[in-house]
C-alpha cells in the first residue's frame, strides 16, 4: 500500500467509516450492504458467541479463506496498514480480530454497529465513540447504551 492510499483512507471524510464489531451473518450482511452504499468498513471478530452460519458470513477471512457476501469480498487485516489497505479497495470489507480500541485509533469511526448478538453477556456503552452508535440484538435499548437499538429475535424482528 502506498504512502498516498493511507493518507487518502485519513483524510477523505466523503466516504464514511465504519467499524461493525461482529462476523457472523447478521454483521456480514450489514457489513455488506454499507460497502454497497459506499462506506468503508470493518468487521471486529469477538470470539463469543461463535460464529456457526460461516458460509454466509466474512469470518472465514480472518483464516486467509475465501469470504464473499452479495458480491463483496471480505479481506484479512491484522495490522493498520492491511486494514486499511482493504478499505481503499472498492467492494472490500476488511476483516480483523483487533478490538475496538485498536481500530479506533486509526480513525474516528463515523457509525459503530454491535452485532455481536451477546445474549447474555454485559452489553458496552456505546454512546459517544462514534457519530451514530447502533446496536443490533438483545440487550440493546436507545438513549441507554446506543443511539439506535434494532432487535433481530425472527418473532420480533425490527
Do not use: W
Not at 459506499?38 to 471486529?44: I, Q, T, W, Y
Not at 463483496?72 to 487485516?77: L, S
Not at 478490538?99 to 447474555?120: E, F, G, H, N
Amino acid at each position: 500500500m502506498t504512502h498516498a492510499r493511507f493518507c487518502e483512507f485519513l483524510s477523505n471524510r466523503i466516504a464514511p467509516f465504519v467499524i461493525v464489531l461482529g462476523t457472523n451473518e447478521i454483521a456480514s450482511a450489514v457489513a455488506a450492504r454499507l460497502t454497497l452504499e459506499g462506506c468503508r468498513v470493518v468487521l471486529s471478530h469477538d470470539p463469543y458467541p461463535p460464529v456457526i452460519r460461516r458460509g454466509m458470513s466474512f469470518h472465514d477471512a480472518l483464516f486467509s479463506d475465501h469470504a464473499e457476501v452479495d458480491g463483496i469480498q471480505g479481506r484479512r487485516g491484522e495490522t493498520v496498514v492491511e486494514i486499511v489497505g482493504a478499505l481503499t479497495v472498492t467492494g472490500v470489507v476488511a476483516v480483523t480480530s483487533l478490538q475496538l480500541t485498536d481500530l479506533i485509533a486509526l480513525r474516528t469511526p463515523d457509525v459503530l454497529i454491535d452485532a455481536r448478538m451477546q445474549k447474555s453477556r454485559m452489553t458496552t456503552n456505546l454512546r459517544n465513540i462514534a457519530s451514530l452508535s447502533i446496536g443490533l440484538g438483545p440487550q440493546f435499548a436507545a438513549g441507554v447504551n446506543c443511539d439506535v437499538a434494532i432487535e433481530t429475535h425472527p418473532d420480533h424482528a425490527g
